[in-house]
């Protein structure tokens, strides 16, 4: 291992290799705190080139890479075992942007670039990275990609996939794969960026990309509705769709419990509705400068046919940019306030958009049932199938305990309940290792073989990032 | 082989496998002509049970399959090779419709569901599938997504890969991979089913597919604009992009001397403006029920502030549907047009969007200053980066001769220009055996070992369409 170091801090030079434990002890934690790595040291190459020797070194010294970003995954991807012997390879130091081009919408830019930054630098030429999420100031390009990233407005502009038009990764023998540029049209054979994106580092290391850039926002309206079920919230998802069209960016609901426990938690919150309802539902509605004179009455008749139709109890438009802001921190309060409840399960799970409003009435009471005193509970982006289903611990019950214990038995059964629906245990975050053994026990068979098939092949000797998403060989179930 | 008949007979019935030749011919020569080879058998099965055992068989034997929908294909990547081993598996008794789900906006059908059918199929909800090309008569979904084919509505709503939601597919082993669950969030892993949206069936046999369905056109206009130069019709398109942002579904372009030739070639062709302009645009503008009413203001508007940028020299905009059809009939006469003029080789390229006028008219002069007499001509989808450029034979050349010889060189020679300009030697058309030399000669290293690698895990035996697309080794050239 000291050759290894030696020839890699030959190559990388101070700024680009530590072992010093004050450094590096902050990327060793995952930011939920649930695992814990250590690291033979810190890469944090400054060019793809440095990244390809970089592996090439480790392929030849047989030393396993754990990439990482931003550091804010959900399921423990970027986060080295505790051996002791894998390298933590950041990728935060490579943050330039490459070119922006505003007359065809696309920039290219370093894994290390963090969203927030990417933001910034779209905005500052009049456009916009439609993709975003609660990390964004810390989680940068790679790591969206090598996850494919969610968040709240995957309705209209699709996950992170359907943002990366060209790719650049080094792969397992330190090879560059250079497809950074970004053709409308190019049927030259398998679509190998596909198999980059949502690999979770897996099967290379993504050192850049090009990105696909919208118009600015100009007007946005946000409308807060409340409705008697989820199925009538469903109804009114499509019903949105049909009147407003491309307008629709956003669609996400909590129910009453949820919303109280934001208003209990976030100080100067209130309420938007005057009365109760079951569930609520947060609609946002958007315009570049083009569409934005017409938005507001485009909004109010999209929500006066909705009365209407009976499709809502109340509702009420954000006449103000501050409103706006003020129902989505009742939103994104959500997550916090259930967590200030107590000990809980969280589960990021999607089936087919049709099927969710029973799949939540049914999961809710069933895992009530089955478990008296605790409380489950589901919010998020129900235009895209995806919530988050929370299940929080009865009174007075031990954190640790409930986690590793009941908690876990818990989440078993809503993993099976949604395999069971035709749903994914993971919608928007991915496996790392939070996930490996449910995705293990409940995947398709074929699917799981198929996955390692391309994992033998592109990383044979499994340096990549090993112990996440897949294993080269199933795991022995002989004892 | 009799045992592997008798059993694939066995499997399928007489319905399903057949060696009579006057019901194989048709199905052994490629479209255009170019290729022609034998097979053991053609096999149709129908369902994909009846597929997974016939590859299981296949598999046992060591028979090679070519996989084929309605033999539309450009590259003949869908015909057998002259040895008369390989078996002919057809996909086209496959045609049922399984589910459309129109308030999902979703439809779930088999592979040999021909593309006008499922047209009519989306119509009949008032709903759309945005693909089309010459051949929905005849070309399947199967191949559509194997071959991941384009068309003129790719500008708006992408290539066959962005429309198709869910896969099923019969892998190399005769296993089913069945994605078919349209989950509009999925982190489960790899995306598998973009590795076998445009593998040509080498990868596996698509049997299945959920495609994206859209509102129906309720109102559509078609601009015609004479432009001086590519460079104009590019700020153009950008213009229209601003002015009517997601209405803009077509833009196309040709040279005069190409609607010269359309004019002359068609019976009752009219020029649609007065006088001849160096470029023609095609553009085209639509809108659902929602959109319908303004739609001819917004156009009239686009081009009245596209005349005030001096971006057109003359524009006239389709006063009635039957005018909307004959200025695309103009367009679709373009490659029959300029085959009437004689031996010809076309080539299906791309660049990046913004390098395209410039590359053609670099790769127009260039191939005309070295190759006296013939002539260069492109047009197409400039929206995409991507035109079709046509080399013309110089008056009196025989045709076996050009397009063996001479022309074979100048493909190389503009394959080189392409490569050279960052951009693909198939845009829409795929690879086939037609150009796979040239992949090949072109490819990028680390793409085409990368290729090698992923093909080398999914069928280790070579059994699915050897001689297509990438080949298990690199081609010997050590002698």
Chains 1, 2 share one sequence.
């Not at 007007?219 to 069209?245: F, K, M, N, T, Y």
Request: proline fraction near 6%; include cysteine.
């Amino acid at each position: 291992m000291t050759t290894f170091l030696d020839e890699a801090l030959a190559l990388l030079g101070p700024r680009g290799l530590t072992t010093d434990p004050e450094l590096t002890a902050p990327w060793l934690t995952d930011w939920r705190g649930r695992y814990t790595g250590r690291a033979v040291a810190m890469a944090s190459p400054a060019s793809t080139a440095e990244v390809s020797a970089l592996v090439r070194l480790c392929a030849r010294h047989g030393v396993a890479i754990v990439p990482q970003g931003g550091n804010s995954g959900m399921c423990g991807g970027a986060t080295p075992d505790p051996g002791g012997s894998q390298l933590l390879l950041s990728l935060r130091r490579m943050s330039a942007v490459r070119t922006l081009d505003p007359a065809a919408r696309q920039i290219t830019c370093e894994a290390g670039v963090v969203l927030q930054n990417l933001h910034e630098a779209a905005l500052a030429h009049g456009l916009r990275f439609p993709l975003t999420l609660g990390g964004k100031g810390s989680a940068t390009v790679g790591g969206l990609i090598s996850t494919n990233a969610g968040g709240t407005q995957v309705l209209r502009h699709g996950s992170m996939r359907a943002l990366v038009l060209g790719i650049e990764a080094v792969l397992a023998d330190g090879s560059v794969f250079s497809a950074l540029a970004p053709l409308k049209k190019d049927n030259r054979g398998f679509d190998l960026k596909q198999l980059l994106i949502g690999s979770e580092g897996t099967l290379g290391v993504v050192t850049a990309a090009t990105l696909r850039l919208v118009p600015a926002v100009a007007e946005r309206i946000v409308v807060w509705a409340g409705v008697p079920s989820l199925q009538v919230a469903r109804a009114l998802l499509l019903h949105c769709e049909d009147a407003v069209g491309e307008a629709l960016e956003g669609f996400e609901v909590m129910p009453q419990p949820s919303l109280e426990a934001v208003l209990g938690h976030l100080p100067g919150a209130r309420a938007p509705l005057a009365d109760p309802h079951p569930w609520h539902v947060l609609i946002e509605v958007v315009a570049d400068a083009l569409g934005a004179p017409a938005l507001r009455e485009r909004a109010e008749a999209m929500v006066a046919s909705a009365f209407a139709a009976g499709l809502v109890e109340d509702a009420t438009l954000s006449a103000s940019e501050a409103q706006a802001e003020a129902f989505w921190a009742l939103r994104d309060g959500v997550a916090p306030a259930e967590r200030a409840k107590g000990p809980a399960v969280q589960h990021d799970i999607s089936v087919p958009v049709e099927k969710m409003p029973d799949f939540v009435d049914h999961a809710v009471a069933e895992v009530e049932r089955r478990h008296p005193g605790v409380q489950a509970i589901a919010f998020g982006h129900l235009g895209d199938g995806n919530v988050h289903f929370h299940v929080i611990a009865a009174l007075g019950v031990d954190r640790a305990g409930f986690e590793q214990g009941l908690g876990k038995a818990i989440s078993s059964e809503v993993y099976d309940m949604v395999v069971a629906w035709g749903g994914s245990i993971s919608a928007e975050h991915g496996i790392g290792q939070a996930k490996r053994a449910e995705l293990e026990r409940l995947g398709d068979p074929v699917t799981l073989a198929l996955m390692r098939q391309v994992k033998g092949a592109l990383d044979p000797r499994g340096i990549l990032n090993p112990g996440k998403l897949v294993a080269l060989a199933p795991p022995d179930t002989s004892a």
